[in-house]
């Protein structure tokens, strides 16, 4: 559907510039911003590999793991259904990590693990459990720490001060997490505690 919506948004952008006789300097927007869109994503390409490889020495190295035990309190009262050993809570821990680092894109993968892991517990049911839309709230609406994502943008756009935003950034994310861990905790509904290790890997 997104493909039949920018073609269509396309289009009707030339559409407009041959009626309006403004159909050179269109094409040459359409250069520059392709332009300009490459070098993005090589600038964007070196700090994502860059953050990326250091949470890979991270969860190697064992400070995953230290990370998840602080902030195991946390994920105690926002996933009291997930077993704290199971491998569901590891990928839930990775993806929060990254969101506090600013890697939407590195985070991305570890989502759709935790969300595959959340399934298992679900027992394969077609209703999203309270664990899985508590995940996809935090997900969504994650405390970033360094926002290496943002900053990586403006620095290719040429900011002349692209860390200026983390401040800005705190509290949005703060006050995005607490409005939506609420809400979730508000409309959630019932369900079976999974704490039990084995039963769990047992159904899985």
Avoid: H
């Avoid at 929060?96 to 969300?115: E, Y």
Wanted: charged share 10%; net charge positive.
């Amino acid at each position: 559907m997104l493909n039949y919506i920018w073609s269509g948004m396309i289009l009707i952008g030339f559409i407009v510039a041959a009626f309006t006789g403004r159909i050179e300097q269109t094409t040459q927007a359409a250069f520059d911003s392709a332009s300009t869109a490459v070098q993005m994503s090589i600038g964007l390409l070196g700090v994502m590999c860059l953050w990326t490889g250091l949470m890979n020495i991270a969860e190697r190295s064992g400070l995953i793991k230290v990370i998840a035990r602080i902030i195991q309190p946390v994920t105690k009262l926002l996933f009291p259904q997930v077993p704290a050993g199971s491998p569901a809570m590891g990928a839930i821990v990775l993806n929060m990590v990254a969101n506090m680092m600013g890697l939407s894109n590195a985070a991305t993968p570890l989502g759709l693990k935790a969300i595959k892991e959340l399934q298992k517990l679900n027992r394969g049911s077609d209703i999203a459990s309270n664990a899985m839309c508590m995940f996809v709230v935090v997900n969504t609406a994650s405390i970033q720490i360094i926002p290496a994502t943002i900053i990586a943008v403006r620095t290719s756009a040429g900011s002349g001060n692209p860390f200026e935003i983390i401040a800005t950034v705190w509290v949005a994310s703060i006050c995005a997490v607490i409005v939506g861990v609420t809400a979730a905790k508000i409309l959630q509904g019932k369900e079976k505690d999974l704490r039990s290790y084995s039963r769990y890997r047992r159904v899985s």
